[in-house]
């Protein structure tokens, strides 16, 4: 009993101090700069106007600069744009229903499950749902009419629209500059992984490189709209792809532990210490050899060299990556196994649960229930929003203190602007360092924007009122998350991932088949495995941050799919080549193959090596197949519980 206890004290310490630990990142000065006066600039106007009110209702509208992160221009303008519209929906709505709390209570719930789906369903970072919920609670709570519906609607998208301009603003300055920056890392990876081919640290490194690759493929994919199509992109696009071969023919050697050729990883290198400079006039190409190799690696790499130095700059409709349409990601999140739906109902949920529970409570201004409660499930996993519920009472305590201490002396105009632009923008700083600091600024900035008109009278009345609805709606969140799917995750793993590796089975079956009976359904095949390998890796990211937690279960499923995704990158640069036809004797051994390993992870049966068959020209591919098998043999092992797992159960 007394080592349970233990356990259970040394896993609680171990959460709080991961809870409250600062990160050491650079601190985004620029960003919050600008984040001070999309939301300051609106009330000084308001003030200079003689309608402060005003100000602060158009000041809501600057919260929409805080969905901006460093993404490509083609992305952020539409991402800002809408944040600005959904804002001033939720303004608007709030209040139309300010005199319908039941009516409310529902709208809240849906505007905070809807946002948690788009968010959810696109992958974008930042705060989700929490600005449409505390602009909604707002305008829900102080409005004077809901008459004045389209006034606060309008006045938060102006506001909105001032984020949306110093957002763009250096557009013209430096176009694609997100874009060469991503594509300069994925080559200083790729020269990292051919240096290391050979080693032991080939494996390690590969993974680094794999996920430079995605990060530039998400970033050019994003970058792509009608008004940003330029000679730049293109040439940074097809970089892009010739990347991917380059990858592809390293991995070959790689797996062999074969070394690679001194000029391919010279050319690497060279490539990525240029390609920020390539989009200059004043760029200078170095002179590189120009005699045959016979080296397909080095070939790959001179390629991507003439690309870089404009010889090869053609306009062709391969040089667009295609992304999926809104109607695609949606349907693809919209069923009844999706995390996303099932955290964007759970989110709507609680969030109706709080807003009733805030119009019961005989407290003025109850609506920081349901503003804490949706705080706290902002987290992406159970873990963190555990962390966020420490976070944010803590924090919120130390910003309502100084929230009312300003309040207090009923500050002018032109000061609570000042102090506006004062908080959003240590906001933006401090939350790179810790939601908890961030708080501080969070919420004595929303305290400002909410009651900056309204008397405070009682100081200790007004702070305490305001910390008991923080620490209600944070347990609510908190309780809600840990009551509703506690380990939903965990339980979808084995049939996700049983289903990626059927439909890579199908897709891999379809590519060597002489008897496909439609060949325009490989395109169908690649789009269905690449929607499984999406969903297990959000599936698998949410069930790491689950409690109890089950590290090394989770560290090799972790490589099952990692071993997955490469097989995926494989079959989809084979499906680009001639390839030989398997017999139908090999087609069945695959098809058993495949489905022994799915029925192995799926019903966590002990699995036994298979014969792989051959497959002629695609070494590496057989290579990964082994590797996948290996993974999976190693991740239905019979798990061994630790003795601190034991007291945690």
Same mark, same amino acid.
């Given at each position: 009993?007394?080592?349970?206890?233990?356990?259970?004290?040394?896993?609680?310490?171990?959460?709080?101090?991961?809870?409250?630990?600062?990160?050491?990142?650079?601190?985004?000065?620029?960003?919050?700069?600008?984040?001070?006066?999309?939301?300051?600039?609106?009330?000084?106007?308001?003030?200079?106007?003689?309608?402060?009110?005003?100000?602060?209702?158009?000041?809501?509208?600057?919260?929409?600069?805080?969905?901006?992160?460093?993404?490509?221009?083609?992305?952020?303008?539409?991402?800002?744009?809408?944040?600005?519209?959904?804002?001033?929906?939720?303004?608007?709505?709030?209040?139309?229903?300010?005199?319908q709390p039941f009516l409310a209570a529902a709208a809240v719930g849906a505007i905070g499950a809807l946002a948690v789906f788009i968010f959810?369903?696109?992958?974008?970072?930042?705060?989700?749902?929490?600005?449409?919920?505390?602009?909604?609670?707002?305008?829900?709570?102080?409005?004077?009419?809901?008459?004045?519906?389209?006034?606060?609607?309008?006045?938060?998208?102006?506001?909105?629209?001032?984020?949306?301009?110093?957002?763009?603003?250096?557009?013209?300055?430096?176009?694609?500059?997100?874009?060469?920056?991503?594509?300069?890392?994925?080559?200083?990876?790729?020269?990292?992984?051919?240096?290391?081919?050979?080693?032991?640290?080939?494996?390690?490194?590969?993974?680094?490189?794999?996920?430079?690759?995605?990060?530039?493929?998400?970033?050019?994919?994003?970058?792509?709209?009608?008004?940003?199509?330029?000679?730049?992109?293109?040439?940074?696009?097809?970089?892009?792809?010739?990347?991917?071969? %380059?990858?592809?023919?390293?991995?070959?050697?790689?797996?062999?532990?074969?070394?690679?050729?001194?000029?391919?990883? /010279?050319?690497?290198?060279?490539?990525?210490?240029?390609?920020?400079?390539?989009?200059?006039?004043?760029?200078?190409?170095?002179?590189?050899?120009?005699?045959?190799?016979?080296?397909?690696?080095?070939?790959?790499?001179?390629?991507?060299?003439?690309?870089?130095?404009?010889?090869?700059?053609?306009?062709?409709?391969?040089?667009?990556?295609?992304?999926?349409p809104f109607k695609t990601i949606f349907a693809d999140a919209f069923n009844k196994h999706s995390m996303v739906f099932f955290a964007a109902?759970?989110?709507?949920?609680?969030?109706?649960?709080?807003?009733?529970?805030?119009?019961?409570?005989?407290?003025?201004?109850?609506?920081?229930?349901?503003?804490?409660?949706?705080?706290?499930?902002?987290?992406?996993? %159970?873990?963190?929003?555990?962390?966020?519920?420490?976070?944010?009472?803590?924090?919120?305590?130390?910003?309502?203190?100084?929230?009312?201490?300003?309040?207090?002396?009923?500050? /002018?105009?032109?000061?609570?602007?000042?102090?506006?632009?004062?908080?959003?923008?240590?906001?933006?700083?401090?939350?790179?360092?810790?939601?908890?600091?961030?708080?501080?600024?969070?919420?004595?900035?929303?305290?400002?924007?909410?009651?900056?008109?309204?008397?405070i009278g009682d100081l200790s009345y007004f702070a305490s009122a305001r910390i008991v609805d923080v620490l209600i709606g944070s347990a609510?969140?908190?309780?809600?998350?840990?009551?509703?799917?506690?380990?939903?995750?965990?339980?979808? %793993?084995?049939?996700?991932?049983?289903?990626?590796?059927?439909?890579?089975?199908?897709?891999?079956?379809?590519?060597?088949?002489?008897?496909?009976?439609?060949?325009?359904?490989?395109?169908?095949?690649?789009?269905?495995?690449?929607?499984?390998?999406?969903?297990?890796?959000?599936?698998?990211?949410?069930?790491?941050?689950?409690?109890?937690?089950?590290?090394?279960?989770?560290?090799?499923?972790?490589?099952?799919?990692?071993?997955?995704?490469?097989?995926?990158?494989?079959?989809?640069?084979?499906?680009?080549?001639?390839?030989?036809?398997?017999?139908?004797?090999?087609?069945?051994?695959?098809?058993?193959?495949?489905?022994?390993?799915?029925?192995?992870?799926?019903?966590?049966?002990?699995?036994?090596?298979?014969?792989?068959?051959?497959?002629?020209?695609?070494?590496?591919?057989?290579?990964?197949?082994?590797?996948?098998?290996?993974? %999976?043999?190693?991740?239905?092992?019979?798990?061994?519980?630790?003795?601190?797992?034991?007291?945690?159960?």
């Open positions: 009993m007394k080592r349970n206890r233990t356990a259970k004290n040394t896993e609680f310490r171990k959460l709080l101090k991961q809870a409250f630990a600062l990160n050491q990142r650079p601190l985004p000065w620029a960003k919050a700069l600008a984040a001070g006066i999309s939301s300051g600039l609106p009330v000084l106007i308001g003030v200079l106007l003689g309608q402060f009110h005003y100000g602060l209702i158009a000041s809501l509208g600057g919260l929409a600069f805080l969905y901006m992160f460093n993404e490509p221009y083609a992305l952020r303008s539409k991402k800002i744009f809408f944040a600005a519209l959904g804002l001033s929906l939720s303004a608007g709505l709030g209040v139309l229903l300010s005199e959810g369903a696109y992958q974008f970072t930042g705060p989700s749902a929490l600005f449409f919920v505390l602009v909604f609670l707002i305008n829900n709570h102080t409005a004077e009419s809901p008459a004045l519906f389209f006034l606060h609607a309008v006045l938060v998208f102006l506001g909105g629209m001032l984020s949306w301009l110093l957002a763009m603003w250096a557009y013209p300055f430096k176009p694609h500059g997100t874009e060469s920056k991503a594509v300069k890392q994925e080559y200083i990876a790729l020269t990292t992984l051919a240096e290391s081919a050979g080693s032991a640290e080939f494996y390690e490194v590969r993974q680094h490189a794999w996920s430079a690759l995605k990060s530039a493929e998400t970033d050019l994919g994003n970058a792509t709209a009608k008004w940003t199509r330029s000679n730049r992109l293109v040439q940074l696009t097809s970089l892009h792809l010739q990347a991917k071969t %380059i990858y592809a023919e390293i991995i070959k050697r790689g797996d062999r532990f074969s070394p690679v050729a001194k000029e391919a990883a /010279d050319n690497l290198q060279l490539i990525a210490s240029s390609v920020e400079a390539s989009g200059k006039k004043s760029f200078a190409a170095a002179p590189r050899m120009q005699t045959e190799t016979g080296d397909a690696l080095t070939e790959s790499t001179r390629k991507a060299y003439d690309i870089l130095t404009g010889q090869r700059e053609k306009r062709t409709r391969d040089t667009e990556l295609k992304t999926q109902i759970r989110f709507g949920v609680v969030l109706v649960f709080a807003a009733l529970v805030a119009h019961f409570l005989p407290i003025d201004l109850s609506y920081w229930v349901t503003l804490s409660a949706a705080a706290v499930m902002s987290g992406a996993t %159970i873990l963190s929003t555990f962390n966020r519920s420490l976070q944010r009472s803590v924090g919120t305590i130390v910003g309502i203190v100084i929230a009312a201490i300003i309040l207090s002396f009923e500050p /002018d105009g032109l000061y609570v602007a000042f102090m506006i632009f004062t908080f959003t923008a240590l906001t933006e700083l401090a939350i790179v360092l810790n939601y908890a600091v961030a708080a501080f600024f969070i919420t004595p900035n929303a305290l400002m924007l909410a009651e900056s008109t309204s008397q609510i969140g908190l309780l809600g998350v840990l009551m509703i799917g506690r380990r939903h995750a965990s339980s979808l %793993i084995p049939q996700l991932a049983a289903k990626t590796l059927r439909s890579q089975q199908r897709f891999m079956s379809l590519l060597f088949s002489a008897y496909s009976p439609d060949i325009e359904a490989e395109p169908i095949e690649l789009k269905k495995m690449h929607t499984n390998l999406t969903n297990l890796k959000l599936v698998l990211d949410t069930a790491r941050g689950e409690l109890p937690q089950r590290t090394e279960n989770l560290a090799h499923l972790q490589q099952v799919f990692l071993a997955a995704e490469q097989l995926g990158f494989l079959l989809e640069n084979a499906a680009q080549k001639d390839r030989l036809a398997l017999s139908p004797a090999q087609l069945g051994q695959l098809y058993l193959f495949f489905e022994m390993m799915a029925n192995a992870i799926e019903g966590n049966w002990p699995f036994a090596e298979h014969v792989i068959p051959e497959i002629p020209g695609f070494p590496e591919v057989e290579q990964e197949l082994a590797a996948l098998q290996e993974t %999976i043999r190693m991740s239905t092992r019979e798990p061994k519980l630790t003795e601190q797992d034991e007291a945690l159960e």
